[in-house]
């Protein structure tokens, strides 16, 4: 990045048309897209103002923000505390990688073929982290594992910690690909992690698991940290097969 102050965009934002109710997450996205594209900004340029997004499109404050942490998790937008938005590379409607869509009928055919992708990312990621993690990537693996452990034994299952558990190691491969192609399947891997069927015991079979994953990553042993993770999910897919008859 330059030492140049970046340019600011000052101008109206003619460009920015009012949205209508459907879909508001991806037409925020395909408008900001658009206008950086028209408007000409450049890569060090400061977007416009979180309240003049919501205001020109009509939008609200959450899906301005969501718009924005995916743009992020892209590597297109990068946010400075308390200074703004701004854009590392040009984009266009066209080059946004919009979240990726499941179109099966069923729940049960939802996660099983989001469990196709899970087994090669997480694998991968499982195995990378065993040869990259820091001293950092294991103190955070280590503490989401144990809060992970610990709601688990109160309440039976712990989804959302446990997603923050995988999440570490995906930080730990120390490939930001992995993160992006997480936010493009965001919705689809969430699934995962809310209780499917109704069932607080889905895949709890797998929780010990977890703890011979992270010692085995901890252990710089990729061959181990894959045949872990590929063992958690298998007894995730006998799960979602046995609990979806």
Known sequence: MSDQLPSVWTADLDGLLP???????????DALGRFVEGSGLKAGD???AERE?????????STIREAARQLQALGVVETRKGSGSYLLRPISAATIHMP??????????????TLDIRRGLEAEASALAAIRHTADDLARMSERLVEMERVHRLNGTAGPEDLLFHLSIYDAAQNPLFRQLLEQM???FERFFTKPFDRP?????????????????AARDPG???????AILD??????????Q
């Open 19 to 29: 949205l209508p109710p459907m879909d508001r997450l991806r037409d925020t996205l």
């Open 224 to 230: 181990v940290a894959r045949e872990k993770t590929l």
């Open 100 to 113: 990726l869509s499941i179109t099966a009928t069923g729940l049960r055919e939802a996660l099983l073929q």
């Open 235 to 244: 007894i995730v897919e006998e799960d979602i097969k046995d609990m979806s």
């Open 53 to 61: 997004l919501m205001q020109a499109l009509g939008v609200g404050r």
């Open 186 to 188: 965001r919705e689809a």
């Open 201 to 217: 015991d889905f895949a709890g079979r797998s929780f010990p698991l977890h703890r011979e994953m992270f010692d085995a990553i």
């Open 46 to 48: 400061r977007l416009p």
